[in-house]
């Protein structure tokens, strides 16, 4: 329980920094932290498929993918445009209203019953491993035509024509 | 089962035929493809249908028929393929084969029992659609046309999951038979009527009804000729299938929740698309929003009476299928010939070619809905399946927009008979596309006249 919530306070700690940072990129960077500690969250509640699925796709692949871009558009505060009220109007409202949203939730949370999980082995890569072969084996088959068709389309786009004469 | 194996090995092949430099096999090995998985289709059909691999799929009559009419309107465009992309590429082989992944997920998404394997179906259909759309990479319109799929496909994909996980979350499963048991019990959550929500939205953007249509004239204008007269048919088709199959199987015990809303978006869709229609100088995106028009009619199928639903979807979308397809057709080659997709380019087309002007004005009775075509029979049913209900304030709206729909399909026809020859440019009309209007206007002639082969077919 302990690790909980010193886990808990490392992610609330660097989600606030990513915000508050000035620099998009160590915002980013602090944005892959808090990832980080998702996945610790993940792993202490018996899920490791999402845990891995977390450390890979969303801390390798798309928070790089995002470092990439923000460093070959060399953002910094000089191009930085200038927000307009009517922005930060709009942007004081929507966080009001999340707010609100948040308090509701809340307030209809039920703490005296918690929820107990049937199984807490659900989450394993073994009884995941389990259902996808057996009850979801031919969604699982057909995906890989989604991904050849993903992979072709990609190549036949990014593949240069030959000149005609 | 063997039909999308079929579809799925065919597509491969090809693949390796591109490799090979085998550019004249492409056609002949797709059609015969084409037409083994229809074989494997049509054997089917008198065996019992049951729900195969842990209730995933189900081949009844309904998803064969539907498949069926996928496939063949697949075979006819890639007839009219042979000479349309020659000049453009010399990748003509991953062109084919995108077109027939997209077809397995087309068929996919008509003979889905889960919903998983709705959700891979749409998205092996949309990815591949996601590239042929923009697929003249120099071209600006076809990139503007790519991006806006793209994204918007992207998005309603978002409210789709979300509509399933709300369901799953409300019923714990999902398999189509065990969330219709879910369903009959009564006494359902907030969750699964938010759930149902997000569906609609989800499905009605891939569907392009109002008011989740903005994506479809832009698209449809700047994607190929070919790969638009794709979209709006075979796409729509097997969205207008998985529709149809989820609402009349699974939810009909809480229709008195989504009925007024189809009615509602069913009246809008026809008003909306009728009324662009009409001001469209563009032959090509006066079909894109008619398209967006029938997609109201079509929506009939699912607020009138249910017992003759499955047919009259099925004959109207025939029907519109095949009119759209000469329509397109007819396009390609003014197209080519006038470098315009304007009514002007149309001007005493008649005069030069009178065959192909009186395929066009066949197709285009089929789509205003005159009698001794197609079009009639399905506007008929369709009419008359909404009469046995009590929503005549829809058929009234329906009615105005049959005749205002009449108006402009009409206009192509003026501009080819009654318009002076402007320019002396002769059409070079190949004769794989004279096969195909003259087999697709007998087809509309001869359903228009004896309609009873397809009337109970389902």
Redesign the interface.
């Known amino acids: 329980m302990s690790l909980f919530y010193v886990v808990a306070l490392l992610s609330t700690f660097f989600a606030l920094m990513t915000i508050f940072t000035k620099n998009p990129v160590h915002s980013v960077l602090y944005l892959v932290i808090t990832f980080f500690t998702f996945t610790v969250h993940y792993i202490l509640l018996n899920a490791q498929f999402l845990a891995v699925v977390n450390f890979i796709v969303y801390m390798g692949a798309i928070m790089v993918l995002f470092l990439f871009v923000l460093m070959l558009l060399n953002m910094n505060e000089d191009v930085e445009p200038m927000k307009s009220t009517l922005v930060k109007v709009m942007a004081v409202i929507a966080g009001c209203c999340l707010f609100v949203t948040v308090c509701g939730a809340l307030h209809l949370f039920d703490t005296q019953t918690p929820l107990i999980e049937k199984d807490p082995s659900i989450g394993l890569v073994k009884n995941l491993g389990q259902v996808l072969f ?6 699982f088959e ?2 890989s ?2 991904l ?3 992979m ?2 990609a190549v ?2 990014a ?1 240069k ?2 000149k005609r004469i | 089962m063997a039909a999308i194996i079929t579809l ?1 090995l065919l597509a ?1 092949l090809v ?1 390796y035929l591109g490799l090979y430099k085998a550019q004249k096999f492409l056609l002949p090995v797709s059609l015969i493809g084409l037409a083994t998985a229809i074989g494997f289709l049509v054997r089917d059909w008198q065996l019992q249908a049951e729900p195969a ?2 209730g ?2 189900l081949f009844d009559h309904f998803a064969i028929a539907f498949a069926i009419l996928c496939i063949a309107v697949t075979a006819v465009l890639l007839l009219l393929i042979k000479g349309y992309f020659d000049d453009l ?3 003509l082989a ?1 062109y084919y ?2 077109l027939l ?2 077809l ?2 087309a068929i ?1 998404v008509t003979a889905y029992h ?1 919903f ?2 709705l959700f ?2 749409i ?2 259909m949309s ?2 659609l ?2 042929l759309v ?2 003249r ?1 120099k071209d600006f319109a076809s990139n503007e046309a790519a991006l806006k799929y793209f994204i918007m496909g992207a998005f309603s994909t978002g409210f789709l999951l979300f509509g399933i996980t709300l369901i799953y979350g409300a019923s714990g499963s999902f398999d189509l038979a065990a969330i219709r048991d879910y369903v009959a019990l009564g006494q359902l959550p907030m969750m699964f009527y938010g759930g149902v929500l997000l569906l609609i939205v989800g499905l009605l953007f891939k569907v392009g009804a109002a008011p989740f249509h903005f994506w479809t004239a832009d698209v449809y204008e700047g994607a190929p000729i070919l790969i638009t007269a794709y979209m709006s048919t075979v796409v729509k088709i097997a969205s207008f299938a998985a529709l149809l199959r989820l609402f009349s199987y699974c939810f009909i015990p809480v229709s008195e929740f989504w009925t007024p809303l189809f009615l509602v978006i069913s009246g809008l869709t026809l008003v909306i698309g009728n009324l662009s229609a009409l001001v469209q100088v563009s032959f090509k995106r006066m079909l894109a929003y008619s398209s967006i028009s029938h997609a109201g009619y079509l929506l009939f199928a699912l607020v009138g009476s249910q017992d003759v639903a499955a047919n009259s979807l099925f004959m109207y979308v025939t029907a519109y299928a095949v009119a759209t397809v000469v329509a397109f057709g007819v396009l390609i080659i003014v197209k080519r010939t006038t470098g315009s997709d304007h009514f002007e380019a149309f001007n005493g087309l008649s005069k030069k070619n009178p065959l192909m002007s009186l395929l066009l004005t066949v197709a285009m009775l089929s789509l205003a809905g005159i009698p001794l075509t197609a079009g009639f029979i399905g506007k008929f049913m369709m009419f008359s399946s909404l009469m046995s209900g009590t929503h005549i304030a829809l058929l009234v709206v329906a009615i105005i927009n049959a005749a205002i729909g009449i108006c402009y399909y009409l206009r192509v026809v003026i501009a080819m008979y009654f318009k002076p020859v402007e320019n002396e440019q002769v059409f070079q009309v190949g004769i794989n596309y004279y096969l195909v209007f003259i087999i697709l206007g007998v087809v509309t002639l001869l359903l228009g006249i004896f309609p009873n082969s397809l009337l109970q077919l389902i």
């Open positions: 057996k009850e979801f084996l031919l969604p057909l995906s035509l989604l050849l068709t993903a072709v389309g036949l786009l593949k024509e030959p | 799925s491969i693949l691999y842990s995933m799929i590429s010399h990748h991953e084969s995108l992944f997209s397995t997920g996919l889960n998983a394997l891979m179906g998205e092996i990815v591949a996601y590239i923009g697929i990479k």
